[in-house]
Protein backbone atom coordinates (compact mmCIF):
# COMPACT_ATOMS: atom_id res chain seq x y z
CA UNK A 1 0.00 0.00 0.00
CA UNK A 2 2.81 2.14 0.80
CA UNK A 3 3.87 2.17 -2.87
CA UNK A 4 0.45 2.52 -4.58
CA UNK A 5 0.79 5.85 -2.27
CA UNK A 6 4.25 6.92 -3.57
CA UNK A 7 2.83 6.72 -6.90
CA UNK A 8 -0.50 8.16 -6.12
CA UNK A 9 1.27 11.48 -4.35
CA UNK A 10 3.77 11.59 -7.65
CA UNK A 11 0.36 11.71 -9.89
CA UNK A 12 -0.38 14.76 -7.73
CA UNK A 13 3.03 16.69 -7.45
CA UNK A 14 3.02 16.21 -11.46
CA UNK A 15 -0.82 17.89 -11.49
CA UNK A 16 0.30 20.66 -8.91
CA UNK A 17 3.21 20.83 -11.43
CA UNK A 18 1.55 21.04 -14.68
CA UNK A 19 -1.31 23.68 -13.06
CA UNK A 20 -3.49 21.44 -13.88
CA UNK A 21 -5.64 21.17 -10.57
CA UNK A 22 -5.92 25.17 -9.98
CA UNK A 23 -6.80 25.93 -13.31
CA UNK A 24 -9.56 22.96 -13.56
CA UNK A 25 -10.55 24.03 -10.26
CA UNK A 26 -11.14 27.65 -11.43
CA UNK A 27 -12.97 26.54 -14.77
CA UNK A 28 -14.96 24.54 -12.66
CA UNK A 29 -15.93 27.38 -9.78
CA UNK A 30 -16.35 29.50 -12.93
CA UNK A 31 -18.89 27.34 -14.85
CA UNK A 32 -20.94 26.52 -11.56
CA UNK A 33 -21.61 30.23 -10.85
CA UNK A 34 -21.17 31.47 -13.44
CA UNK A 35 -23.76 29.47 -16.04
CA UNK A 36 -26.83 29.78 -13.62
CA UNK A 37 -26.34 33.66 -13.14
CA UNK A 38 -25.78 33.84 -17.51
CA UNK A 39 -29.23 31.32 -18.06
CA UNK A 40 -32.37 32.93 -16.66
CA UNK A 41 -35.05 30.27 -15.31
CA UNK A 42 -39.03 30.61 -15.63
CA UNK A 43 -39.23 31.30 -11.81
CA UNK A 44 -40.77 28.02 -10.57
CA UNK A 45 -38.78 25.61 -8.26
CA UNK A 46 -38.80 23.33 -10.68
CA UNK A 47 -37.69 25.07 -13.23
CA UNK A 48 -34.95 26.64 -11.27
CA UNK A 49 -33.30 23.69 -9.83
CA UNK A 50 -33.28 22.37 -13.79
CA UNK A 51 -31.86 25.03 -15.34
CA UNK A 52 -29.17 25.26 -12.24
CA UNK A 53 -28.18 21.28 -12.37
CA UNK A 54 -28.48 20.35 -15.56
CA UNK A 55 -26.10 23.11 -16.75
CA UNK A 56 -23.35 22.87 -13.84
CA UNK A 57 -23.51 18.92 -13.73
CA UNK A 58 -23.03 18.59 -17.67
CA UNK A 59 -20.04 21.53 -17.67
CA UNK A 60 -18.47 19.47 -13.92
CA UNK A 61 -18.27 16.18 -16.18
CA UNK A 62 -16.88 17.67 -19.12
CA UNK A 63 -14.49 19.55 -17.41
CA UNK A 64 -13.53 16.52 -15.29
CA UNK A 65 -13.11 14.28 -18.21
CA UNK A 66 -10.94 16.41 -20.30
CA UNK A 67 -9.04 16.47 -16.86
CA UNK A 68 -8.80 12.91 -16.42
CA UNK A 69 -7.76 12.62 -19.74
CA UNK A 70 -5.38 15.12 -20.56
CA UNK A 71 -3.44 14.52 -16.55
CA UNK A 72 -3.01 11.08 -17.32
CA UNK A 73 -1.75 11.16 -20.82
CA UNK A 74 0.74 14.55 -19.46
CA UNK A 75 2.39 12.65 -16.75
CA UNK A 76 3.15 9.47 -18.77
CA UNK A 77 4.41 11.34 -21.58
CA UNK A 78 6.07 13.60 -19.13
CA UNK A 79 7.45 10.49 -16.90
CA UNK A 80 8.85 8.69 -20.22
CA UNK A 81 10.59 12.01 -21.86
CA UNK A 82 12.36 12.88 -18.18
CA UNK A 83 13.59 9.24 -17.60
CA UNK A 84 11.16 9.03 -14.54
CA UNK A 85 9.15 6.47 -15.39
CA UNK A 86 12.39 4.52 -15.84
CA UNK A 87 13.84 5.30 -12.62
CA UNK A 88 10.53 4.03 -11.08
CA UNK A 89 11.07 0.78 -12.94
CA UNK A 90 13.95 -0.16 -11.93
CA UNK A 91 12.96 0.15 -8.17
CA UNK A 92 10.83 -3.08 -6.82
CA UNK A 93 7.54 -1.24 -7.32
CA UNK A 94 5.21 -4.32 -9.73
CA UNK A 95 4.45 -2.88 -12.79
CA UNK A 96 0.46 -2.91 -11.52
CA UNK A 97 1.28 -0.89 -8.95
CA UNK A 98 2.57 1.78 -10.69
CA UNK A 99 -0.19 1.55 -12.65
CA UNK A 100 -2.89 1.19 -10.05
CA UNK A 101 -0.98 4.02 -8.39
CA UNK A 102 -1.29 6.58 -11.20
CA UNK A 103 -5.16 5.39 -10.98
CA UNK A 104 -5.80 6.51 -7.81
CA UNK A 105 -4.13 9.44 -8.07
CA UNK A 106 -6.44 10.75 -10.67
CA UNK A 107 -9.18 9.37 -9.18
CA UNK A 108 -8.51 11.27 -5.54
CA UNK A 109 -7.86 14.46 -7.43
CA UNK A 110 -11.42 14.15 -9.41
CA UNK A 111 -12.87 13.12 -6.51
CA UNK A 112 -11.32 16.31 -4.82
CA UNK A 113 -12.57 18.40 -7.60
CA UNK A 114 -16.08 16.63 -7.54
CA UNK A 115 -16.64 17.61 -4.13
CA UNK A 116 -15.29 20.90 -4.32
CA UNK A 117 -17.95 21.77 -6.96
CA UNK A 118 -20.94 19.58 -5.38
CA UNK A 119 -20.42 21.76 -2.60
CA UNK A 120 -20.43 24.84 -4.63
CA UNK A 121 -23.69 23.87 -6.67
CA UNK A 122 -25.62 22.95 -3.11
CA UNK A 123 -24.61 26.11 -1.81
CA UNK A 124 -25.51 28.33 -4.89
CA UNK A 125 -28.53 26.45 -4.99
CA UNK A 126 -29.57 27.12 -1.11
CA UNK A 127 -28.46 31.18 -1.39
CA UNK A 128 -30.69 31.34 -5.32
CA UNK A 129 -33.73 29.31 -3.71
CA UNK A 130 -34.11 32.32 -0.89
CA UNK A 131 -35.14 34.76 -3.59
CA UNK A 132 -37.99 32.37 -5.09
CA UNK A 133 -41.31 33.48 -3.55
CA UNK A 134 -42.69 31.65 -0.63
CA UNK A 135 -44.74 29.05 -2.00
CA UNK A 136 -42.08 28.33 -4.52
CA UNK A 137 -39.69 27.57 -1.91
CA UNK A 138 -42.37 25.47 -0.50
CA UNK A 139 -42.44 23.22 -3.00
CA UNK A 140 -38.68 23.09 -3.21
CA UNK A 141 -38.32 21.60 0.15
CA UNK A 142 -41.46 19.48 -0.03
CA UNK A 143 -41.41 17.96 -3.59
CA UNK A 144 -38.07 19.03 -5.53
CA UNK A 145 -35.43 18.56 -2.87
CA UNK A 146 -36.37 15.41 -1.24
CA UNK A 147 -35.11 11.83 -1.28
CA UNK A 148 -36.64 9.58 -3.96
CA UNK A 149 -36.79 5.36 -3.92
CA UNK A 150 -38.65 3.16 -5.75
CA UNK A 151 -40.61 0.12 -4.28
CA UNK A 152 -42.12 -2.97 -6.14
CA UNK A 153 -44.40 -5.45 -4.71
CA UNK A 154 -43.23 -8.75 -3.23
CA UNK A 155 -42.10 -11.39 -5.97
CA UNK A 156 -44.52 -13.85 -5.85
CA UNK A 157 -42.95 -16.44 -8.64
CA UNK A 158 -42.58 -19.48 -6.06
CA UNK A 159 -46.08 -19.07 -5.77
CA UNK A 160 -46.59 -18.66 -9.51
CA UNK A 161 -45.07 -21.45 -9.91
CA UNK A 162 -46.77 -23.70 -7.45
CA UNK A 163 -50.14 -23.18 -8.70
CA UNK A 164 -49.41 -23.33 -12.21
CA UNK A 165 -48.18 -26.76 -10.99
CA UNK A 166 -51.64 -27.69 -8.95
CA UNK A 167 -53.60 -26.38 -11.96
CA UNK A 168 -51.95 -28.00 -15.18
CA UNK A 169 -52.09 -31.55 -12.88
CA UNK A 170 -55.95 -30.90 -12.22
CA UNK A 171 -56.22 -29.86 -15.92
CA UNK A 172 -54.38 -32.66 -17.31
CA UNK A 173 -56.24 -35.42 -14.53
CA UNK A 174 -59.85 -33.24 -16.36
CA UNK A 175 -58.56 -33.11 -19.83
CA UNK A 176 -55.63 -35.03 -21.04
CA UNK A 177 -53.30 -33.07 -23.85
CA UNK A 178 -50.79 -34.44 -25.93
CA UNK A 179 -46.95 -33.63 -25.45
CA UNK A 180 -46.52 -31.59 -27.78
CA UNK A 181 -49.15 -29.14 -26.80
CA UNK A 182 -48.66 -29.35 -22.85
CA UNK A 183 -45.84 -26.29 -23.31
CA UNK A 184 -48.88 -24.05 -24.67
CA UNK A 185 -51.16 -25.32 -21.92
CA UNK A 186 -48.63 -24.73 -19.25
CA UNK A 187 -47.50 -21.17 -20.66
CA UNK A 188 -51.31 -19.92 -20.89
CA UNK A 189 -52.25 -21.09 -17.04
CA UNK A 190 -48.96 -19.22 -16.04
CA UNK A 191 -50.36 -16.14 -17.66
CA UNK A 192 -53.82 -17.10 -15.98
CA UNK A 193 -52.42 -17.41 -12.84
CA UNK A 194 -49.89 -13.77 -13.53
CA UNK A 195 -53.49 -12.06 -14.44
CA UNK A 196 -55.54 -13.22 -11.04
CA UNK A 197 -52.43 -11.68 -9.01
CA UNK A 198 -51.60 -8.77 -11.16
CA UNK A 199 -54.83 -7.36 -12.78
CA UNK A 200 -57.58 -5.78 -11.41
CA UNK A 201 -60.52 -5.24 -13.58
CA UNK A 202 -63.32 -2.14 -13.17
CA UNK A 203 -65.10 -2.57 -9.72
CA UNK A 204 -62.60 -4.55 -8.13
CA UNK A 205 -59.59 -4.45 -5.58
CA UNK A 206 -56.47 -6.01 -5.14
CA UNK A 207 -54.38 -6.03 -2.02
CA UNK A 208 -50.37 -5.29 -2.79
CA UNK A 209 -47.75 -5.97 -0.38
CA UNK A 210 -44.91 -3.64 -0.30
CA UNK A 211 -41.60 -4.21 1.52
CA UNK A 212 -39.73 -0.82 2.17
CA UNK A 213 -37.13 -2.52 3.86
CA UNK A 214 -34.82 -1.03 6.47
CA UNK A 215 -36.21 2.32 5.25
CA UNK A 216 -39.31 1.84 7.11
CA UNK A 217 -38.00 2.89 10.25
CA UNK A 218 -36.70 6.12 8.90
CA UNK A 219 -40.43 6.94 7.16
CA UNK A 220 -42.10 6.32 10.06
CA UNK A 221 -44.67 9.64 11.03
CA UNK A 222 -42.67 11.33 7.95
CA UNK A 223 -45.21 12.44 5.05
CA UNK A 224 -44.34 10.86 2.12
CA UNK A 225 -45.78 11.53 -1.95
CA UNK A 226 -46.43 8.73 -3.60
CA UNK A 227 -45.83 8.30 -7.93
CA UNK A 228 -47.65 5.02 -8.36
CA UNK A 229 -47.09 3.60 -11.89
CA UNK A 230 -49.34 0.50 -13.61
CA UNK A 231 -49.75 -0.45 -16.97
CA UNK A 232 -53.07 -0.64 -18.67
CA UNK A 233 -54.31 -2.59 -21.79
CA UNK A 234 -57.08 0.03 -23.03
CA UNK A 235 -56.57 3.60 -23.28
CA UNK A 236 -58.53 6.11 -22.09
CA UNK A 237 -59.46 8.89 -23.91
CA UNK A 238 -59.19 11.56 -21.24
CA UNK A 239 -55.72 9.52 -20.77
CA UNK A 240 -56.69 9.21 -16.65
CA UNK A 241 -57.68 6.55 -14.91
CA UNK A 242 -60.55 6.61 -11.62
CA UNK A 243 -59.33 4.59 -8.88
CA UNK A 244 -59.03 4.62 -4.90
CA UNK A 245 -56.04 3.35 -3.39
CA UNK A 246 -55.65 2.50 0.51
CA UNK A 247 -52.93 2.22 2.25
CA UNK A 248 -51.88 0.45 5.42
CA UNK A 249 -51.94 -2.96 7.36
CA UNK A 250 -55.01 -4.43 7.06
CA UNK A 251 -56.36 -5.25 10.93
CA UNK A 252 -53.50 -4.00 11.95
CA UNK A 253 -53.32 0.34 11.14
CA UNK A 254 -55.30 2.45 13.29
CA UNK A 255 -56.19 3.95 10.35
CA UNK A 256 -56.19 3.28 6.97
CA UNK A 257 -55.37 6.34 4.42
CA UNK A 258 -57.89 6.26 1.60
CA UNK A 259 -56.67 8.86 -1.27
CA UNK A 260 -59.44 10.72 -3.29
CA UNK A 261 -61.34 9.12 -6.36
Given at each position: ??????????????????????????????????????????????????????????????????S??????????????????????????A???????????????????????????????????????????????????????????????????Q????????????????????????????????????????G??????????????????????????????D???????????????????????????
Amino acid sequence: MQRLLAIALLTWKAAFRFRLFLVVAVLLLASVVGLPILIKDDGTARGFTQILLTYTLSTITGLLGISTLWLACGTLARDIEECQLQMVAVKPVARWQIWLGKWLGIMSLNAVLLAISGASVFSLLQWRSHKLPAGEQAILRNEVMVARGSAKPEKQDKYIEQMTQDLVKERLTKNPVSQADLPEVIKQIREQVKAQLQVVPPGYQIPFTIDLGLAKNSLRDRPLQLRIKFNSADKSPSGTFQGVWFLGVPQKTPRIWRSER
